[in-house]
C-alpha cells in the first residue's frame, strides 16, 4: 500500500467547540502529523457546506483518508461517512475524533489547556487513521413479522399501524386481556374524552384484523438472534377456559364461591377466582385464577365447570398446561408500560391504614360508570359521598428518599386536576384541594385545562404534605407546611387521594436481559438517543416506544407508538438488512480453541467449533455481533479482534498519545 493521504477537517460547531479551543492553532498543528496533506476549519462540518468541502476534496483526489474533528461519532459519524460514500470513498475509511464532549465541553474554563488536548486527540486519531482498511457491509434477510410486546394503547396502536401497512404482527400481552391501564380509566384529559370509547375500537380492530396474532395471559422467555431474523419464545400460561367454546355469559362466574379483591378495580371490588377481566375485555371470556381457584388448592370444587356444561357451552378446561410457541420475526417492539407506586411505603399518609386514604387509579374506577359504585364517589369506610377531598402530589416521585424516584412521573399533576374537575362537575358543592409542589402542566390544552379547574373552585396549596392522621371524629387531618405564605396547616379532609408516581412495568429487568438491551439508572428501557433516536435501542431491530422508556402522557405515547411502527416498517421493507462490518474476526492460526471469548460473549454471536484441520477455534457470526470488543480484551493470545479496531491501530494511538 502506498502512503496514504489524509485530510483533517476541524469542525468549530458553532462556539461550543472554538468557543474553548483554539480551532486555527489546532488545524497548524495537525498539519505537521506524518501522512496528513491538508487540514480545514469550517464553523459547521455537518452543514450542507461543510460536507461539500470534504467531498470536493475526495472527488479531486486529494485526499484517501478523512479525519473528522466535531461532536461524538454518535451523532453524525453515518453523515460523514454517507459523504465518503457519495464521493467514491470506503466509508469506513472515516476517523472521528471527538473535540467537543471529550474535550471544550468539560475543559471550557481551561481553553489553553483543551487546546492542548485537542491536539493529542486529533494526532491519535490521525495515527489510526493511516492504518483504517476499506471494508464492506454485508446483507442479511429480513423477515416481515414483527413482535409487539405489551397490549396497552402504545401496543395497539404499534400493532395496527403494521398491520395496516401488510407486516404480520405476534401481540403479547401477559395480563389476559389488552387494554392495559388505559382501560381503567374513566376520562382523558385535557378533553375529557371517554377513555373507553377510544380503546375499545382499537381492541377490537386488533383482535379482528387478519395481519395480527394476539397472546394473551402470555409473556416471553426466551430471545435469540439478530435484526431481521429473531427467534423468540412466548410462553402461553393456561386459561383453563377452551378460548373458542366460551362465549363470556358469564354465568360460572355468579356461581362461584371465592371472592378475592379485583386487580382491574384496584382492590375496590371483589372478582371471583373465574372472572372476565372488565366487561369490554379481549378475549371476551373467563380466566380462572389458579393462586385462588379452590380446585388447584385440592378442595375439588368445580362448580364452574358443572354450571358450564349444564347451562352453556362447555367451555372449562381444568386439564389445559402452559404451552411455549416459537416465533420467528424480523423485529421486536417492547411496549411494555408502566405500574404505579405503591404507597404503602410512605406509612406518613396512611395508606392502608386509613380506607379513606386511596389512591388516584383506586378514584379513577370510582368515577367511572363501569367501575364498582357506577362513578358515584363514595369513602370505602361507610359509603357516604365525601364533602371535602385532598390530593397529594409526587408520592412516591420527585425524591431522593430511599424506594423513591428522583424524576417528575408528569402525568400526576394532569391527572389529578382532571379528577378534581369531575368531582366539581359532579358533586358541585364538594371541596377539592390539591397539595403540589410545582404544577407541570406541560401539553398542548394542558394550561387552560388548569385554569379551567380554578375556575370551577377547586383549591390549590403549594406545600409537601408531612402527614395525614385520624381525627377522633373519624375525619383525616392533613398536615401541610403552605411555601407560598409560610403557614403550617392543619385541614380536615372526608378523603385523600394519593397521585402515585410511574415505575417501570413488573418484569422490566427480567426482559431487557433476554434482549440484551440496556436499562436507565431510573429502571426503564433506554433509549439509543434521546433526541435523534427516541424509540431505538442499541440492540438493532428492537425498538421501544410509549411509558416502557419513561412516564409520559397518552399523546406522546401513541406518538411514540406510531414512530416504532414506523421505524420497523423502514428496517424490514426491502426484504433485507444491510448489517455493520465493524465486528470481530478471528485469526484461526493464533486461535487455540480456549472458549474465552464465547463466555464473554453477550450476544451469542462467538462459538466454538471445530476447524477444517480438526483443531477448536473460534467463530464470529456477523449478523449477531455488535463490535463491542469484550472477546477481543479476553483473547490470550490476540487471535480475535474487531475490524478497525485491531490492536495495531490500538498501539498506534496509544503510542502518539504518551509523546
Not at 469542525?11 to 488545524?27: F, L
Not at 471494508?135 to 416481515?144: C, D, F, G
Not at 393462586?291 to 372449562?316: I, R, S, T
Request: aromatic share 6%; net charge negative.
Amino acid at each position: 500500500m502506498g502512503e496514504v493521504r489524509i485530510g483533517v477537517y476541524i469542525c468549530h460547531c458553532g462556539t461550543n467547540i472554538a468557543g474553548v479551543v483554539d480551532v486555527e492553532e489546532v488545524r497548524r498543528y495537525v498539519e505537521g502529523l506524518p501522512g496528513v496533506v491538508l487540514a480545514k476549519t469550517y464553523p459547521y462540518m455537518c452543514s450542507d457546506p461543510g460536507q461539500n468541502l470534504i467531498k470536493e476534496d475526495i472527488e479531486g483526489g486529494l485526499v484517501d483518508r478523512v479525519v473528522v474533528a466535531a461532536c461524538s461519532p454518535r451523532l453524525h459519524e453515518p453523515t460523514f461517512r454517507r459523504v465518503l460514500k457519495e464521493a467514491g470513498l470506503n466509508p469506513y475509511l472515516l476517523e472521528m475524533a471527538n473535540i467537543r464532549e471529550q474535550c471544550s465541553w468539560v475543559h471550557m474554563g481551561e481553553p489553553r489547556k483543551a487546546t492542548e488536548k485537542a491536539k493529542d486527540i486529533v494526532r491519535m486519531a490521525v495515527a489510526k487513521a493511516r492504518l483504517l482498511s476499506p471494508l464492506q457491509p454485508m446483507e442479511v434477510p429480513a423477515r416481515r413479522e414483527v413482535l409487539v410486546i405489551g397490549g396497552g394503547i402504545a401496543g395497539i396502536t404499534a400493532a395496527l399501524d403494521l398491520a395496516n401497512a401488510g407486516f404480520s404482527v405476534y401481540l403479547v400481552e401477559r395480563a389476559p386481556s389488552i387494554g392495559g391501564h388505559m382501560a381503567q380509566l374513566d376520562k382523558t384529559f385535557p378533553t375529557m374524552d371517554c377513555s373507553q370509547c377510544i380503546l375499545t375500537p382499537r381492541m377490537v380492530d386488533v383482535a379482528r384484523h387478519p395481519n395480527v396474532q394476539l397472546f394473551t395471559n402470555s409473556e416471553v422467555v426466551g430471545v435469540e438472534g439478530f435484526a431481521g431474523n429473531f427467534k423468540v419464545r412466548v410462553l402461553r400460561k393456561p386459561y383453563y377456559v377452551n378460548l373458542d367454546r366460551c362465549t363470556g355469559c358469564g354465568l360460572c362466574v355468579d356461581f362461584c364461591p371465592i371472592e378475592v379483591p379485583s386487580e382491574f378495580d384496584v382492590g375496590m371490588a371483589p372478582r371471583k377466582a373465574i372472572y372476565i377481566p372488565f366487561p369490554q375485555a379481549i378475549p371476551h371470556v373467563a380466566v380462572i385464577d389458579p393462586e385462588h381457584c379452590l380446585y388447584f388448592m385440592k378442595e375439588k370444587c368445580m362448580v364452574c365447570e358443572e354450571v358450564c356444561q349444564e347451562l352453556a357451552a362447555g367451555a372449562v378446561d381444568f386439564s389445559q398446561q402452559p404451552e411455549e410457541v416459537e416465533l420467528d420475526v424480523g423485529a421486536i417492539i417492547v411496549a411494555t408500560g408502566y405500574d404505579l407506586y405503591d404507597p404503602m411505603q410512605d406509612e406518613e399518609y396512611g395508606y392502608g391504614r386509613y380506607e379513606d386514604v386511596i389512591t388516584a387509579l383506586q378514584m379513577e374506577r370510582l368515577l367511572s360508570a363501569s367501575g364498582p359504585t357506577r362513578g358515584e364517589v363514595v369513602r370505602p369506610s361507610d359509603k357516604e359521598k365525601p364533602g371535602k377531598v385532598a390530593y397529594i402530589q409526587c408520592v412516591g416521585s420527585r425524591s431522593l428518599r430511599p424506594g423513591h424516584a428522583s424524576y417528575c412521573s408528569r402525568v400526576c399533576c394532569m391527572y389529578a386536576i382532571k379528577q378534581a374537575l369531575q368531582l366539581k362537575e359532579k358533586y358541585p358543592d364538594i371541596d377539592v384541594c390539591i397539595f403540589y409542589i410545582d404544577l407541570r402542566t406541560f401539553g398542548r390544552g394542558y394550561e387552560e385545562f388548569y385554569w379551567r379547574a380554578q375556575e370551577h373552585g377547586v383549591r390549590f396549596i403549594r406545600g409537601k404534605v408531612a402527614e395525614v392522621w385520624r381525627s377522633r371524629d373519624g375525619r383525616l387531618v392533613v398536615r401541610a407546611e403552605d411555601t407560598l405564605t409560610g403557614r403550617v396547616l392543619e385541614e380536615e379532609f372526608d378523603m385523600v387521594v394519593l397521585s402515585a408516581g410511574l415505575r417501570p412495568a413488573e418484569g422490566t429487568k427480567e426482559l431487557a436481559t433476554l434482549l440484551k438491551v440496556p436499562l436507565g439508572p431510573d429502571g426503564f428501557f433506554l433509549e439509543a438517543h434521546p433526541k435523534l433516536r427516541p424509540v431505538d435501542t442499541v440492540v438493532e431491530g428492537i425498538f421501544v416506544c410509549g411509558t416502557a422508556t419513561g412516564p409520559k402522557d397518552i399523546v406522546d405515547t401513541v406518538a411514540q407508538a406510531k414512530a416504532a411502527a414506523s421505524s420497523a416498517m423502514s428496517l424490514l421493507s426491502q426484504g433485507r438488512i444491510v448489517i455493520e462490518p465493524l465486528v470481530a474476526t478471528v485469526n484461526e492460526g493464533r486461535c487455540r480453541g480456549c472458549g474465552r471469548c464465547e463466555e464473554v460473549c453477550e450476544f451469542g454471536a462467538v462459538s466454538v467449533e471445530p476447524a477444517e484441520d480438526g483443531r477448536l477455534v473460534a467463530k464470529v457470526n456477523e449478523a449477531l455481533c455488535t463490535g463491542c470488543g469484550a472477546c477481543s480484551v479476553r483473547c490470550p493470545t490476540g487471535a480475535i479482534g474487531v475490524r478497525n479496531f485491531r490492536p495495531e491501530q490500538i498501539r498506534a494511538q496509544v503510542a502518539v498519545a504518551s509523546r
